[in-house]
């Protein structure tokens, strides 16, 4: 990195094909993640659409590489692109609704983009819509119901209000009807348990 500082933002290029020529090779190599971090970073916001890409081919051969995931997170937050990012989280979960990086992807996106003026009650159901669709497609898939407790635990206004879970309906609801389909669904005895409590 203090050579590629020394060369100039000319050479950035150039890095960035000789990383993603590494990362073909191995996937998982911290040391490349943390200097293609550099690089992009150095761009700005104007790489980062190739830094998608990249990422984009990371996940494929690997959909829970954390390091791509997190390379995700520092592009999109130096980029504001959080829409395309919630979007891409989304595309991740309808293609395996078990990946819990893309959860966590998700939770992440939710935790900065700013959200919607208006009535957070009404955003928060239709995230449980989402979240209950899910649930439906694997009810003992534990990913999204830590993700439908992280809703409350996480995300302003409900994490700072004590028992935020059990003021809305909708997550009883939604336990019930996993119960319903199997009764011995562990993670919606969970959410239940902590929905009376």
Request: glycine letters at 4%.
């Amino acid at each position: 990195w203090l050579c590629v500082q020394a060369l100039g933002p000319q050479v950035l290029a150039a890095e960035l094909d000789f990383t993603h020529g590494v990362m073909l090779e191995s996937a998982k190599n911290y040391q490349l993640w943390n200097h293609r971090r550099l690089c992009a970073l150095q761009l700005g916001p104007s790489g980062a659409t190739r830094e998608e890409e990249f990422t984009r081919e990371a996940i494929t051969f690997d959909e829970k590489n954390y390091h791509a995931w997190a390379h995700r997170q520092a592009i999109v937050k130096m980029s504001g692109r959080w829409e395309a990012e919630l979007e891409f989280a989304a595309e991740m979960i309808k293609r395996d609704v078990r990946n819990n990086t893309a959860w966590n992807q998700r939770m992440f996106v939710l935790q900065h983009m700013p959200r919607p003026a208006g009535d957070d009650a009404a955003w928060l159901r239709s995230e449980l819509e989402y979240v209950a669709a899910a649930i439906q497609l694997a009810p003992r898939n534990e990913a999204p119901w830590a993700y439908l407790t992280g809703l409350f635990a996480t995300l302003p206004p409900w994490a700072s209000q004590p028992r935020a879970l059990s003021r809305f309906p909708e997550v009883h609801t939604i336990c019930a009807e996993a119960l319903l389909d199997c009764p011995a669904c562990a993670p919606a005895h969970d959410v239940l348990a902590a929905y009376y409590e």
